[in-house]
C-alpha cells in the first residue's frame, strides 16, 4: 500500500467529497440499443456500477435532443425512458458509494441527415468539416451543415436547460457540459467551422458567447457548482479542426473568464496528436492553463499512475481523468492503491454492442465482485 499518492488523496469537489482524485473520463460506448436511446439496466448501471469507486464518474456523452446526435446508439437525456434509465443508474452508482456528473452534448456537424430524417445537422456555419460519421448503416462523409439560425440557437440553448433539469430529476451529482472535441461549442469558438458575421462570430468574444449563454442559462436550473465544462484547446487535424493563431487566444479568453464563475471544475485535455509542429499550438495545456484558472482543474489524456502522481504533486492540476484505462480496470482506483498491474483495453469493443468489453472487465484488485 503505498496510499501517499497524490492520485489517492481526498479532495472537495464544492461539497461533494471524493475519496481520491481519479476521475472517470466521458466515454461513448454506443450501448442504447433501444427505440428511445435509454441507459439500460444490465448493462450501463452495472458497467458504471463497477467503476464507482473512481473519485468521480462523468458518464458518456448524452445527447441533449434528438437534433444533438452524431453517433448511433448513444444515450440520451431528454426523454422520459432516459431519465428513468438514468435514475437507475445513478441509484446504482450512489448505493455503492459513488459520485457521478452525466455529460451534455450536442455533436452538431459531426452528424449525418441519416440521423435527422434527411434534414441537414446543424452548425455555426454552412462548413463541412469532412469527417466521417458512423450512421445506422455504417460511415458515412459528413454533409455540409445548416447555418443555425438565432431561432435554432435559442431552441438548442433551452434543450440544454431541459437536458440539466432531466440531470437533477435523473440524481446526477452534477452535469458537463461538452464543450470539446470538435462538437457544437468548440465549432462556435473556432474559425474553422464559425464564419458568421453576426453576434455569434467574429471577435474571440462573439464566438465564445453561445456558450457563455448557454452556460449562464444552464446555472438557473443547477447551481454554477455542479456543473463541469471540458475543452482541448490544441485539438488539431481531427474531428474537423485545426488550431489558427486565434485559437489559443479564444481559449485563453474562455478559461480566464470562467474565473468568474462557481464551477465544480474545468476539464482539459492534453493535445490528442503530437502538436509539437503546430504552430499556434500549445503543446503542455495543464501548464499553460493552470496559471489562468483558479478554480478546480481536471486533466486527462494519455495520463497512468506515474503521471497522474506527478501533475498533481506539480501543482499543474487538481483531479486527472482517466478514459481508455477505465475501460478495462472498473478497479483502477484499488489497482493504484495495491500496485496491481493494470490491464490493456480492447479497442475492438468499444463501441459494440452487448456486455463483451464493457461490464466484463476483471476486477483483479478486489475482494469480491461488484452485482447490482
Ligand atoms: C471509446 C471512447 C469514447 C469516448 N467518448 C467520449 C465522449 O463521449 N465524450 C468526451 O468528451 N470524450 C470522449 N472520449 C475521449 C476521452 O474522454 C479521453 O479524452 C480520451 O480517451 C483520452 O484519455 P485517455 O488517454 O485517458 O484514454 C472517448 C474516448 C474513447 C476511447
Not at 456528473?101 to 449525418?112: E, K, N
Amino acid at each position: 500500500m503505498n496510499n501517499d499518492q497524490p492520485l489517492l488523496q481526498a479532495y472537495d469537489l464544492n461539497g461533494l467529497t471524493m475519496p481520491n482524485r481519479m476521475v472517470m473520463a466521458p466515454m461513448t460506448r454506443s450501448r442504447a440499443i433501444n427505440d428511445k436511446d435509454a441507459p439500460t439496466e444490465d448493462l450501463h448501471s452495472l458497467y458504471y456500477t463497477q467503476r464507482a469507486s473512481a473519485g468521480l464518474i462523468i458518464t458518456e456523452g448524452s445527447q441533449v435532443s434528438k437534433e444533438a446526435v452524431g453517433y448511433i446508439n448513444t444515450a440520451g437525456i431528454y426523454n422520459k425512458e432516459q431519465v428513468e434509465g438514468w435514475k437507475n443508474v445513478t441509484k446504482h452508482v450512489h448505493e455503492q458509494g459513488g459520485r457521478i456528473f452525466i455529460q451534455l452534448w450536442h455533436c452538431g456537424r459531426i452528424s449525418h441527415p441519416d440521423f435527422h430524417n434527411g434534414e441537414l445537422p446543424l452548425a455555426p456555419s454552412a462548413i463541412n468539416p469532412h469527417e466521417k460519421s458512423f450512421t445506422p448503416d455504417g460511415f458515412k462523409d459528413t454533409v455540409t451543415p445548416k447555418a443555425m439560425t438565432q431561432e435554432d440557437i435559442d431552441r438548442t440553448q433551452q434543450d440544454f436547460v431541459n437536458a440539466a433539469k432531466n440531470a437533477v430529476e435523473a440524481g446526477f451529482d452534477g452535469v458537463e457540459i461538452h464543450s470539446s472535441n470538435g462538437y457544437l461549442f468548440h465549432q462556435f469558438f473556432a474559425n474553422y467551422s464559425n464564419n458568421r458575421t453576426d453576434k455569434y462570430g467574429g471577435s474571440i468574444e462573439n464566438k465564445a458567447r453561445f456558450f457563455f449563454e448557454t452556460l449562464d442559462k444552464v446555472k438557473e436550473v443547477i447551481p454554477e457548482d455542479k456543473i463541469g465544462v471540458r475543452f482541448n484547446p490544441s485539438l488539431h487535424g481531427t474531428f474537423g479542426m485545426k488550431v489558427d493563431k486565434e485559437t489559443i487566444p479564444t481559449f485563453d479568453y474562455i478559461i480566464e473568464k470562467l474565473n468568474d464563475y462557481n464551477l465544480a471544475y474545468i476539464h482539459l485535455s492534453e493535445p490528442f496528436t503530437d502538436v509539437s509542429d503546430v504552430q499556434y499550438a500549445v503543446s503542455e495545456i495543464a501548464k499553460h492553463y493552470r496559471p489562468i484558472y483558479k478554480g478546480t482543474l481536471m486533466i486527462n489524456t494519455g495520463f497512468n499512475q506515474e503521471k497522474g502522481n506527478k501533475v498533481i504533486k506539480d501543482g499543474d492540476a487538481d483531479l486527472v481523468s482517466f478514459g481508455k484505462l477505465y475501460v478495462s480496470n472498473p478497479d483502477l482506483v484499488e489497482r493504484y492503491q495495491k500496485n496491481v498491474p493494470v490491464s490493456d483495453w480492447d479497442e475492438e469493443t468499444f463501441y459494440v454492442p452487448g456486455k463483451k468489453g464493457y461490464t466484463d472487465y476483471e476486477a483483479k484488485a478486489r475482494e469480491a465482485e461488484i452485482k447490482i
